[in-house]
């Protein structure tokens, strides 16, 4: 019998195998085993690597899961990308500050600062809307006129920054982890998924 460990879930869902070795252990460990022991968390990714042509876990005859009403939230996590306009605010002052030298080098300052820009202008977009919570089915009619108007600003949004953080996540700067916000605003762009989306009554951040 062994037991799964723990993997960072970002790390696992949008990295291939050769990338992580503790994913590649663990699924070495868990061929050799006769019961295998793991979280809600680890069987929920595995079922999004299984949608994606891959596994960390394998075939099993039998699986007995405990404190069960807990696994559809673990599966909506896995299978879902979010984001939240200010953490990444957040994220790319704390990077400019940290890795001044290294963004330099990579000449991606100018991307950091126009992400800066057009995060703040985020608030902006948004300010006029009376309404805090969206959500948008994927394929369906957008209905009301002011839930229409939301996602045309959200997609334009999406589209300005999405070429900034592409480059980014392409330069490999340590600690900026941009795979779920791209993916998340792929989805605006692409049309694809549903999405969910919530203005900070304050702030009026949005996050999906």
Do not use: C
């Not at 037991?3 to 050799?32: C, F, G, H, M, W």
Request: hydrophobic share 50%; net charge negative; glycine share 2%.
């Amino acid at each position: 019998m062994r037991i799964a460990p723990s993997l960072p879930l970002a790390a696992v869902r949008y990295a291939s195998n050769e990338d992580i070795p503790a994913q590649s252990a663990t699924k070495a460990a868990a061929l050799t085993s006769q019961v295998i022991i793991t979280t809600h968390a680890m069987l929920a990714v595995d079922l999004r690597l299984r949608s994606m042509g891959r596994a960390l876990l394998p075939e099993t005859d039998w699986l007995i899961v405990d404190e069960a009403h807990l696994l559809e939230d673990a599966i909506a996590q896995a299978f879902s990308d979010q984001m939240s306009v200010y953490s990444l605010q957040l994220q790319l002052r704390a990077a400019k500050e940290r890795f001044r030298d290294v963004l330099q080098q990579k000449r991606m300052m100018p991307a950091i600062d126009r992400l800066l820009a057009h995060g703040a202008h985020w608030r902006d977009v948004f300010a006029d809307v009376p309404t805090s919570h969206f959500m948008f089915f994927a394929g369906a009619d957008e209905g009301k006129p002011e839930a229409t108007l939301v996602l045309k600003r959200l997609r334009d949004a999406a589209s300005i920054m999405l070429p900034d953080l592409d480059r980014l996540a392409a330069s490999a700067i340590p600690e900026l982890d941009l795979e779920s916000v791209i993916a998340a605003l792929r989805a605006i762009t692409d049309r694809t998924g549903h999405i969910a989306l919530e203005l900070s009554p304050v702030r009026r951040y949005p996050s999906l």
